[in-house]
């Protein structure tokens, strides 16, 4: 194969760094905005993402947080965080779903035809959702002096930074399942299989204990992220450094084979 | 083997044409120029440097109309630009200016703001070339850019391109299996299972066959065809359908055709002028209008 193309010369000196980050920048924003974009006007989305964690905070919170209390606190405020959990999960994955579409639809070959590199791509989706993530937080986080706890939690460095070490732990977890899957059928399947019972299982409903179900949580990016979670919303849950480095290992980790995945769409031709 | 014995060299400001059926390595060959796929041999070179395989920064100088839509049909048509602005790194500040220009181009300036699920076919077609040429790319590459499209949205995406491209001096590599879109591009590369069997301006191919073709139905056109050779000693081709008889004045011919034959022999005759498939046929001896089997290489 040999294929010669005659054009301007100064065009093929290859770009500076500098331009090579405007790129990379570019895709992230690029991305990012799409997911924003994408979610407005969306209403249907918005109930869905929203209704669900809301009615089990209600149903389960509620009716049994008023007599039952777990860790010393009412069921309610033991299982906001829970709720906040299956908030970020819901919206991770469904926003990851929509990978399964755009490299069905073709809208991922105009991303990868551009000049910012793949790392750049899991970026921009993983920072796109981190946001939209954030902004479902604050809402449910309207709930939460219904639980005893206070709103100004919203606003904390350390709640800030569980919330999106757990998008990205999730959001790069649904990419690699979307990356391999690629059908929205067998996406469900593995949310039903996979990221369901790791929810339940992290202590989001009630601190589940046992040689099992301790050696998978050690494993499952949910069980650091509930403590997190529930160590800056609760005033008697201390902040544990090692579950917080557990957690940005694995955030990063994930992030990285989300990357390695993206990297493999390049396929090799033979000549 | 996909790809092999495939060479060609594109000057620049041509409209270069890859013609070829379903399944001959055209969408390859573009996605191996953009760098969207790995070559596991051979040269790309530009301006006589060889391209190392796939730099990012060379996708700046590219752009690219795929087959298949790559738009966000939830978007609008101006949100669409605006992203595509920021995957290129253009300032904000030249953004609105660079969107309104390519609106005009596609003839969408009214319908910017609504969704491009909204937008007709050909509309769609239009702005996905206004996407790929946001960021003033030296190289066009379109894969298939008008599949699907009738007659007037044809034309219509022809006639920008043709517009845009007089302006700008770009060049503009296209993959197609119409032989009335390779007629129109400067340069034409037959390609045949992943290998060029020929590349030569419409002009000079057309030239390699007759002026006209009469295609002749009938219902047995092997015997038809020994006839036609013996009688009229023309050079004649058995498709699976019909009989393709090239000649300078077909309608000189037709009448003592048809009374050559039988009554009943023939149940068809049909006069045109002959086209870049009649030259593809004549080339690779299959039709171009076939789809070969499909090859490995696909992106997804």
Redesign the interface.
């Known amino acids: 194969?040999?294929?010669?193309?005659?054009?301007?010369?100064e065009?093929?000196e290859?770009?500076e760094k500098s331009?090579?980050i405007?790129?990379d920048?570019?895709?992230i924003?690029?991305l990012m905005?799409?997911e924003l974009?994408?979610l407005r006007g969306?209403t249907l989305r918005w109930i869905a993402l929203l209704g669900q964690p809301i009615i089990f905070w209600l149903i389960l919170g509620k009716v049994f947080g008023t007599e039952w209390k777990v860790n010393g606190v009412n069921y309610a405020q033991y299982f906001f965080a829970g709720t906040l959990m299956i908030v970020i999960l819901f919206t991770s994955i469904g926003t990851t779903m929509s990978l399964i579409e755009d490299?069905?639809?073709?809208?991922?070959?105009?991303?990868?035809?551009?000049?910012?590199?793949r790392f750049s791509l899991v970026l921009g989706k993983v920072f796109g959702v981190a946001t939209i993530t954030l902004i479902q937080v604050g809402i449910v986080m309207f709930l939460a002096p219904y639980a005893g706890l206070s709103f100004n939690k919203l606003f904390s460095p350390f709640f800030i930074i569980f919330v999106v070490l757990n998008t990205i732990t999730l959001t790069s977890m649904g990419f690699c399942v979307a990356w391999i899957v690629?059908s929205t059928q067998g996406y469900h399947s593995v949310m039903n299989v996979l990221f369901l019972p790791l929810w339940a299982l992290s202590g989001a409903i009630y601190p589940l204990k046992g040689g099992i179900i301790e050696a998978i949580n050690k494993f499952n990016p949910m069980y650091y992220g509930v403590i997190g979670l529930r160590a800056a919303l609760e005033k008697n849950t201390p902040f544990q450094w090692d579950n917080f480095l557990y957690l940005l290992v694995l955030a990063l980790l994930l992030l990285t084979l989300a990357t390695f995945l993206c990297f493999r769409?390049?396929?090799?031709?033979?000549? | 083997m996909v790809l092999n014995g495939l060479n060609f060299e594109v000057q620049r400001g041509e409209v270069f044409g890859l013609l070829g059926p379903n399944g001959s390595g055209k969408s390859t060959v573009l996605a191996l120029i953009a760098g969207l796929l790995n070559r596991q041999g051979g040269t790309i070179s530009l301006m006589g440097e060889e391209l190392p395989d796939a730099i990012p920064s060379f996708r700046q100088q590219i752009g690219m109309v795929f087959q298949s839509p790559s738009l966000d049909l939830k978007l609008s048509a101006r949100e669409n630009l605006s992203l595509t602005c920021s995957l290129y790194g253009i300032p904000g500040n030249e953004r609105r200016e660079r969107i309104d220009q390519q609106l005009d181009f596609a003839g969408l300036r009214e319908r910017g703001k609504e969704r491009v699920g909204k937008l007709s076919g050909g509309m769609r077609r239009r702005l996905e070339i206004a996407r790929a040429l946001i960021h003033e790319p030296s190289i066009l590459l379109l894969d298939e850019p008008t599949v699907g499209l009738d007659e007037a949205s044809f034309r219509d995406t022809w006639h920008r391109l043709e517009i845009f491209r007089k302006s700008r001096d770009i060049t503009i590599i296209i993959s197609t299996h119409r032989s009335e879109e390779g007629e129109r591009c400067s340069r034409v590369a037959i390609l045949d299972r992943g290998r060029t069997s020929a590349v030569e301006s419409p002009a000079m191919l057309m030239k390699t066959l007759s002026k006209d073709i009469i295609e002749i139905k009938g219902a047995d056109l092997q015997r038809i065809y020994e006839d036609v050779v013996k009688k009229f000693s023309l050079p004649a081709t058995v498709g699976e359908k019909e009989l393709l008889i090239e000649c300078e004045n077909g309608h000189e011919l037709i009448p003592r055709l048809v009374s050559s034959f039988s009554p009943g022999e023939l149940s068809s005759l049909n006069l045109r002028k002959s086209s870049l498939s009649d030259v593809f046929l004549k080339i690779t001896g299959h039709k171009l209008e076939r789809d070969l089997i499909p090859m490995n290489g696909n992106l997804q």
């Open positions: 194969m040999n294929i010669n193309t005659e054009t301007t010369p065009k093929i290859i770009v331009d090579q405007t790129f920048r570019g895709m924003r690029a905005f799409r974009l994408r969306d490299r069905s639809s073709g809208f991922f070959q105009g991303v990868l035809i551009a000049p910012g590199r690629n769409i390049r396929r090799t031709v033979h000549e």
